[in-house]
């Protein structure tokens, strides 16, 4: 398997799918978006600055409810119009984009989504069963993003840095459960515990991390955060 790489920090004058977009600053990233016919939705509290052209709409999500509990956003909110418009997250991190083709689909942990094109179809599954143990709570998100009509792109926020590698076929590898941002559907991930003892008697507690099974790609945070969750 290889070593996961650093992915680039910066972006400028990136076209694809319909917009340009930039993405500087190495501290706390900001992503630029230059808008045309292709609209953008995003979670609205990223939003940094617009030029006046740029009108702001509320985009429903099916299924919103369930997932007020948990900190995740009810609705997302799309732009109408050309011209140009800025996101950046509270927290030191890195901004990066994930050029799509129509029938890719990708999985993303939650609160890692920044925007994306409207191509992109967006739903979300809450996780049960042991791996609720991940973030503490009774479950967590995975939002799915899968591309439908045309070339689209998807803006993810990694805390700390961000790195991806390719698993092949049947490769694996143990991430702690706050560290993975995103990974392709063809890779599998399961949730694994391992008690650590000091003695015969003596318990230090247990270990937790999720396997991810090959192929496909899957990128780490180097700064996870884990966020609150329902309870």
Same mark, same amino acid.
């Given at each position: 398997?290889?070593?996961?790489?650093?992915?680039?920090?910066?972006?400028?004058?990136?076209? +694809?799918?319909?917009?340009?977009?930039?993405?500087?600053?190495?501290? @706390?990233?900001?992503?630029? @978006?230059?808008?045309?016919?292709?609209? !953008?939705?995003?979670?609205?509290? =990223?939003? #940094?600055?617009?030029?006046?052209?740029?009108?702001?709409?509320?985009?429903?999500?099916?299924?919103?409810?369930?997932?007020?509990?948990?900190?995740?956003?009810?609705?997302?909110?799309?732009?109408?119009?050309?011209? /140009?418009?800025?996101?950046? /997250?509270?927290?030191?991190?890195? @901004?990066?984009? #994930?050029?799509?083709?129509?029938?890719?689909?990708?999985?993303? /942990?939650?609160?890692?989504?920044?925007?994306?094109?409207?191509?992109?179809?967006?739903?979300?599954?809450? @996780?049960?069963? !042991?791996?609720?143990?991940?973030?503490?709570?009774?479950?967590?998100? =995975?939002?799915?993003?899968?591309?439908?009509?045309?070339?689209? =792109?998807?803006?993810?926020?990694? +805390?700390?840095? !961000?790195?991806? *590698?390719?698993?092949?076929?049947?490769?694996? =590898?143990?991430?702690?459960?706050?560290?993975?941002?995103?990974?392709?559907?063809? !890779?599998?991930?399961?949730? *694994?515990?391992?008690?650590?003892?000091?003695?015969?008697?003596?318990?230090?507690?247990?270990?937790?991390?999720?396997?991810?099974?090959?192929?496909?790609?899957?990128?780490?945070?180097?700064? +996870? #955060?884990?966020?609150?969750?329902?309870?």
């Amino acid at each position: 398997m290889p070593v996961p790489s650093l992915l680039p920090t910066q972006a400028r004058d990136e076209t +694809y799918g319909g917009v340009t977009y930039h993405i500087e600053g190495e501290l @706390v990233p900001v992503l630029h @978006v230059e808008l045309g016919t292709v609209p !953008v939705y995003f979670e609205h509290h =990223i939003l #940094l600055w617009k030029d006046p052209s740029v009108a702001i709409a509320i985009k429903p999500l099916r299924g919103a409810v369930r997932r007020v509990l948990s900190g995740m956003p009810v609705f997302v909110t799309q732009t109408q119009g050309a011209g /140009r418009i800025a996101f950046s /997250r509270d927290g030191a991190g890195h @901004v990066f984009a #994930l050029h799509m083709k129509p029938g890719e689909a990708v999985d993303v /942990r939650e609160h890692q989504f920044l925007a994306a094109t409207d191509p992109l179809d967006y739903t979300f599954n809450r @996780v049960k069963g !042991v791996a609720n143990i991940l973030l503490g709570g009774t479950g967590f998100f =995975i939002d799915t993003f899968t591309c439908t009509r045309s070339d689209g =792109i998807l803006w993810l926020h990694g +805390y700390g840095n !961000v790195f991806t *590698l390719t698993l092949g076929a049947r490769e694996q =590898i143990d991430i702690e459960p706050g560290g993975w941002i995103y990974k392709d559907r063809t !890779v599998q991930m399961q949730t *694994l515990f391992q008690k650590i003892s000091t003695g015969l008697f003596a318990s230090a507690g247990s270990l937790c991390w999720n396997r991810f099974t090959g192929p496909g790609r899957i990128a780490l945070q180097s700064m +996870y #955060l884990h966020m609150p969750t329902e309870t």
